[in-house]
Nanobody, 123 residues
């Protein structure tokens, strides 16, 4: 089992930055891929980014490529999502996810989820 707790959300003006954190715990947290998803009101959950267990591979949704950066610190068992040049359309609840084997964009394939953190970008 892996437990995930997100933090770092908040209200920011368009063009600003935020850094989300996802703290992981559990017996099998060592070699899990970690990812970020988001869900805006009235919309389906969408993939944002993933990072492999050793940080050697990352991937991003086209909508955030060049603005968001995913990273992780395995010593701290924490993944991060640095979000720059934020836009109003980035407003959503952001969820951290983890899985031992999957790293794709299908949310229903990820095994572990956090509770989410709200990001609101004012225009």
């Amino acid at each position: 089992q892996v437990q995930l707790v997100e933090s770092g959300g908040g209200l920011v003006q368009a063009g600003g930055s935020l850094r989300l954190s996802c703290a992981a715990s559990g017996r099998t947290v060592g070699r899990v891929t970690m990812g970020w998803f988001r869900q805006a009101p009235g919309k389906e959950r969408e993939f944002v980014a993933f990072i492999s267990w050793n940080g050697g591979s990352t991937g991003y949704a086209d909508s955030v490529k060049g603005r968001f950066t995913i990273s992780r610190d395995n010593a701290k068992k924490t993944a991060y999502l640095q979000m720059n040049s934020l836009k109003a359309e980035d407003t959503a609840v952001y969820y951290c996810a983890a899985d031992r084997f999957y790293s794709g964009s299908r949310g229903d394939e990820w095994a572990y989820w956090g509770q989410g953190t709200q990001v609101t970008v004012s225009s």
